[in-house]
């Protein structure tokens, strides 16, 4: 059974900044597309990066770019979001997810339904 579990969470000030951990199990990362997503209360779904696993290529959505940075670790086949300067607009649930990277591009990984495993999401709070 294939489980993505995020950690890392949590409420900072406005400027502040927090590393979201997501790690798999059931599935090994090699040739996969794990990609962050976001949801903030009443709104949809959006896109916030993702890294081609096997090459670390990376694409951010305009609003984090500078701010927000994957990077993935092999031996722990963990990816990681690391999220700097935060604004009070980045608050909202975060989900990892992975989909099979032999399907979807690096280009293309911005439309959720390209995913095949999403992990149960983690709460990041900016505060004013």
């Known amino acids: 059974q294939v489980q993505l579990v995020e950690s890392g969470g949590g409420l900072v000030q406005a400027g502040g900044s927090l590393r979201l951990s997501c790690a798999a199990s059931?599935?090994?990362?090699?040739?996969?597309?794990l990609g962050w997503f976001r949801q903030a209360p009443g709104k949809e779904r959006e896109f916030v990066g993702a890294?081609?696993?096997?090459?670390?290529?990376?694409t951010y959505t305009h609003s984090v770019l500078g701010r927000f940075t994957i990077s993935r670790d092999n031996a722990k086949n963990t990816v990681y979001l690391q999220m700097n300067s935060l604004k009070p607009d980045d608050t909202a649930v975060y989900y990892c997810a992975a989909a099979r990277g032999w399907i979807v591009g690096i280009s293309t990984s911005g439309d959720s339904r390209k995913y095949d495993y999403w992990g149960q999401g983690t709460q990041v709070t900016v505060g004013a």
């Open positions: 890294i081609r696993w096997l090459d670390s290529t990376t």
């Open positions: 059931g599935l090994t990362f090699s040739n996969y597309i």
